[in-house]
Structure formats: C-alpha cells, structure tokens
C-alpha cells in the first residue's frame, strides 16, 4: 500500500459515566493527519451516526479507510457497519483484539425488550468476525466495502497489534478525557 495512503481510526475512552471519542487520520507510512473528537452515549445508540458525522465533519475525501475499534463500544452501544459504509462510502473494518464467543448473551443479559431486540438485531446483522494474524499476534475484523480487510489491516500496522489509525485514536480520546473540565 503506498505511504500517503489514509486511514480514519475512532476509538474510545469510556470511564463509566461517559465516553470520549476520537477520530485520528493516520497515513499508511504512521504519520498522523488529522484528530477530530466527539462523545457517544454509554449505553446508547447513537454510536453509528456520531461515526458518520465524525466523517462529516472531519470532511477528507483523502480518506480511504474507516476502522472502527470494536463493534459495541460505551456498553453496548452496537455499531451498524453497513449504515456506517452506506452513508460513508468507505470499506469499514471494525476490529477487536480479543477472541470471544460474542456479545448476543452479555446483550441478553443487560438489555430487555425493546432495547435488547435492537440491539441483538444490528448485532446480527454484522458480518463475522475473521481471524487477521499479526506478527506473532492477532486481531479480528469485521469488514464491509473491503474486499481484502487482512491486507489493509496489516498494511496499517507496523508493529504490535493495533493498527495504527486506532493505537493513535485511543491516545487521543484518553488524552482529551484527561483535560480538566475547568469546573473547579
């Protein structure tokens, strides 16, 4: 993949009460382009539209990449990767860094009624999880609009496990989540 190639990496820092989120543009040569933030609702779902109006307001059509740290960040609040690729346009890879048999039963057992058959429906409705080997590491990803998610995974990490875009993203949403909030 050429150097100048970019990535849009959203990751969050969720400390309970809330969530900080943090989109970082990240070329495929690791040099950071740009940092948008935003919050999403812990527990919410509102996490695929605050993704697509993340790209919105970022507004670079340089980016060719969207990876999405997870499926259901701030507790449960599930991402649509098909809506997000749908309104974006970009191939979206949701990667998580741990093998799991799933969410459906944590969903059962935190949600009822209408909250949980939202859920366990756009849950569902994701494509699975495949298995991306990484340098003597893994990850697992998810990918809609990308017909080669191993490829553009490995070609956005360098080193370690992470890629790039979302090591860079989770930095910066910690980052921000530590400025004090001038209500002393």
Not at 140 to 163: D, L, Q, S
């Amino acid at each position: 993949m050429k150097a100048g190639v970019r990535a849009l990496g959203v990751a969050e820092s969720y400390t309970g009460s809330h969530s900080t989120v943090a989109g970082a543009v990240v070329r495929a040569d690791r040099a950071v382009d740009g940092l948008v933030f935003d919050r999403w609702t812990v527990g919410g779902t509102d996490a695929t539209d605050t993704v697509v109006a993340l790209l919105r307001r970022l507004d670079r059509p340089d980016v060719r990449y969207l990876f999405l740290s997870g499926i259901a960040p701030a507790w449960f609040n599930v991402l649509d990767l098909h809506r997000v690729h749908d309104a974006t346009g970009l191939p979206t890879l949701s990667v998580s860094f741990e093998d799991s048999p799933g969410l459906a039963d944590a969903i059962r057992r935190e949600f009822e009624g209408p909250a949980r058959r939202r859920r366990l429906a756009t849950y569902y409705a994701q494509p699975d999880r495949r298995r991306v080997a990484l340098d003597g590491t893994a990850c697992w990803v998810r990918a809609v609009g990308c017909t080669e998610p191993a490829r553009v995974v490995r070609a956005f990490t360098p080193e370690g496990g992470r890629p790039e875009p979302l090591r860079v993203a989770r930095l910066a949403a910690r980052a921000a989540d530590a400025v004090p909030s001038g209500d002393s």
